[in-house]
């Protein structure tokens, strides 16, 4: 009766091939970029701050006043004035006033909602509330508060402001928000390392060989 033994085995020759780099699967949790928030959000302010400002300025054109008109009335936030002064001095003081804000604006979507809004529809509902937004806080609230020429029936038409609120600022800022790398990026669990011909993949064990008589 022949003996049972086990078939010698040769080592296996384990040929790893090169590390390959992780694939994206896994959150990552990195902190938000603030300075890149603040940076195209304040960019993005000035863009559409620009936009809405001449859009004032054709609507007080189109109602046979100076085109100019409009920076006299942003002169009355700084004065909280209940009457713009049409001279040379407040358009530019009113200038001044409205690039302030349309930066603040600008910064406050960025750090509030855009970190938020990861898809572009997403973005874009997300910036006509927030211009909705500014026009209720800046004429609706303060200014049947402290900008009381804002609600005056000789200042701005209210129904064109809150239109171009939305659909001027709101929707000018989201450009500067596509494709933006701040959000967090996904990280993937380390991939099985490939092997030879012949070797085994991790997880697996070698057992014996089948016994021979």
């Keep these: 009766m022949a003996l ?52 004032n300025m054709w609507f007080a054109v189109s109602q046979g006043m100076p085109g100019i008109s409009p920076l006299y009335v942003m002169s009355t936030v700084f004065h909280a004035s209940d009457v713009p002064v049409a001279n ?15 930066l603040g604006f600008g910064m406050g979507f960025a750090l509030l909602l855009v970190p938020l809004l990861r898809k572009v529809p997403a973005l874009v509902i997300g910036a006509l509330a927030y211009g909705l937004a500014l026009y209720v806080l800046n004429f609706q609230i303060l200014g049947r508060t402290v900008f009381e020429f804002f609600t005056n029936p000789q200042g701005p038409d209210q129904l064109f402001e809150a239109l171009v609120h939305p659909l001027i600022f709101g929707l000018l800022l989201v450009p500067f ?37």
């Design 177 to 213: 928000f596509l494709g933006r790398p701040f959000e967090r990026t996904r990280r993937a669990e380390p991939q099985p390392t490939a092997t030879a011909t012949g070797g085994t993949t991790p997880g697996t064990s070698n057992r014996p060989g089948p016994m021979e008589p």
């Design 88 to 102: 040379p001095t407040e358009a530019i003081l009113g200038l001044t006033v409205h690039i302030a804000l349309s």
């Design 4 to 55: 049972l033994k086990e078939r010698p085995h040769a080592p296996h020759m384990h040929m790893h091939m090169p590390h390959m780099p992780h694939v994206i699967s896994e959150p990552e949790l990195r902190p938000l970029d603030l300075g890149g928030l603040l940076a195209r959000g304040a960019a993005a302010g000035f863009f559409a701050g620009m936009g809405f400002l001449l859009a």
